[in-house]
C-alpha cells in the first residue's frame, strides 16, 4: 500500500507564501504523476497542479503564475510552492499519486491551508 504523507499547511496572511511538501513511500519515479489537489468547504475537490513522469506540469488557471509544483529528488518529496497567497485559495490540500504499474490513485490525509488576516 502506498502512503503519501503532507505537510506544510498553516494560517498565513494575504499575500503571503506557503511551501506543502508531500512524501510518498515509494520512490517518485514509481508514479505515473504526481500532483496537489484541493477542497474548500461545500465545494467539490478541484486539481491545483499536477507534475507528469514526463516532466509535463499542468496547473489550474486560478494558481497559475503563483503556484510552482517541483519535485525533490533528494529528499523524494513534492513540493508546491504557493506564493500571492488569497482567501480563495482557503482549502485543504491533498496530494495525489498514480501508480505507474496499475494506475490506482493514492491519496494523501489532506493538510489545512487558510488565508487570512
Known amino acids: 500500500q502506498v502512503q503519501l504523507v503532507e505537510s506544510g499547511g498553516a494560517l498565513v496572511q494575504p499575500g503571503g507564501s506557503l511551501t506543502l511538501s508531500c512524501v510518498p513511500s515509494?520512490?517518485?519515479?514509481?508514479?505515473?504523476?504526481m500532483g496537489w489537489y484541493r477542497q474548500a468547504p461545500g465545494q467539490e475537490r478541484e486539481m491545483v497542479a499536477r507534475?507528469?513522469?514526463?516532466?509535463?506540469?499542468n496547473y489550474s488557471d486560478s494558481v497559475k503564475g503563483r503556484f510552482t509544483i517541483s519535485r525533490d529528488s533528494t529528499n523524494n518529496a513534492l513540493l508546491l510552492q504557493m506564493d500571492s497567497l488569497k482567501p480563495e485559495d482557503t482549502a485543504v490540500y491533498y496530494c495525489n499519486a498514480y501508480s505507474i504499474m496499475t494506475g490506482n490513485p493514492y491519496w494523501g490525509q489532506g493538510t489545512q491551508v487558510t488565508v487570512s488576516t
Open positions: 515509494r520512490p517518485i519515479s514509481n508514479f505515473y504523476s
Open positions: 507534475r507528469f513522469r514526463t516532466g509535463t506540469i
